[in-house]
């Protein structure tokens, strides 16, 4: 039987430079869609899928996410005071989040790549499996993304990619993972990942998206990579790169993934993510429906 995964890892170090300059004195993990900020979807999803021990590694100008997760008494107490209840309780439901997800913070040290951060935060985590979820994504789905996750893992005791359909034309946008067993109900089989394939090339219809179920097996694999780096000093450490070494031997799962994928990891894609959160929002969604029909009527005088 696998073993229970409780504990995830949240990498936050990145520069957001296809943001800037919005990101360049706001860490792009802050800034909101809908009315919380991106990190604070992911941390949510963490916490309702039963992960007690969240790991945010984060580098040099990311004080705001630890500011906006700690507890602060002084406003709560002041908001109520002020007869400011409902925000009261807001704020006070943040600072819980620290609590019931015992997040902790992590400086970066490595070589740059992706897979620096997953190894930061394996040190402290033994011999147990891992949730590596990036803090750009937003799913909107009745079950979390995480839970799918973690169910795949606890039937498989391997490790797990989150996938999606994708359109072919978009392959080259994505990993697409190498499929070599459909088992149904989303899950598949994988031998591997192929990195932005043309369309043509693409070895499946599926794109790999942000998340992961890390096993140790893949953390020994980016010791290896991070070992090799110090040895040359060339390239950047992909957690991608060590997946696909562990496939080539050993047993890695794909999770098709039921539900909608926001990623706001750059302009148009940020902006599409924070317009659906309006629009579904029961209080401005249906006035924000009126303005963009409004916008779109070319017969409307202004």
């Known amino acids: 039987m696998a073993t229970t995964i409780r504990r ?70 002041q908001l109520r005071a002020d007869g400011k209840a409902a925000y009261a309780d ?7 989040l620290s609590r019931l997800g015992h997040i902790t913070y992590l400086d970066q040290h490595g070589p740059y790549g992706n897979g620096t951060p997953v190894l930061n935060a ?5 011999d147990e499996p891992m949730l590596v979820l990036w803090p750009d994504d937003v799913f909107v789905a009745e079950v979390p993304r995480a ?12 490790p797990v ?10 392959s080259q946008r994505y990993g697409v ?3 070599r067993e459909d088992l149904d109900e989303g899950l598949l089989r994988i031998t591997g990942l192929v990195e932005k394939p043309k369309p043509q090339d693409a070895p499946s219809a599926y794109a790999a998206i942000g998340g992961y179920v ?28 060590a997946i696909n070494a562990y496939a080539g031997s050993r047993a890695v799962y794909g999770q098709v993934i039921q539900g909608r994928w926001y990623d706001t990891g750059n302009p148009l894609a940020y902006l599409t993510a924070q317009f659906a959160a309006a629009l579904a929002d029961p209080e401005y969604g249906p006035p924000l429906r009126r303005l963009a029909a409004d916008l779109d009527d070319p017969a409307e005088v202004r």
């Open 8 to 77: 995830a890892v949240i990498p936050a170090a990145g520069l957001g430079s296809r943001l800037l300059p919005l990101t360049k004195a706001t860490p792009k993990e802050m800034l909101p869609v809908g009315d919380k900020p991106v990190i604070e979807h992911t941390v949510r999803e963490l916490v309702a899928s039963g992960i007690t021990d969240i790991t945010i590694v984060v580098s040099g100008g990311k004080g705001l996410i630890q500011d906006h997760f700690r507890p602060n008494p002084a406003l709560v107490a």
């Open 90 to 96: 807001a704020v006070e439901e943040v600072g819980e």
């Open 122 to 126: 394996a040190r402290n985590f033994g």
């Open 147 to 158: 839970q799918q996750l973690i169910r795949a893992y606890e039937a498989t005791s391997c």
């Open 161 to 170: 990619l989150a996938l999606m359909p994708m359109d072919p034309g978009d």
């Open 177 to 179: 993972p190498v499929v």
């Open 214 to 241: 890390v096993t140790p097996g893949i953390v020994d694999e980016l010791r290896e990579q991070t070992k090799r780096w110090y040895e040359h000093r060339t390239g950047e450490i992909y957690l991608t790169d």
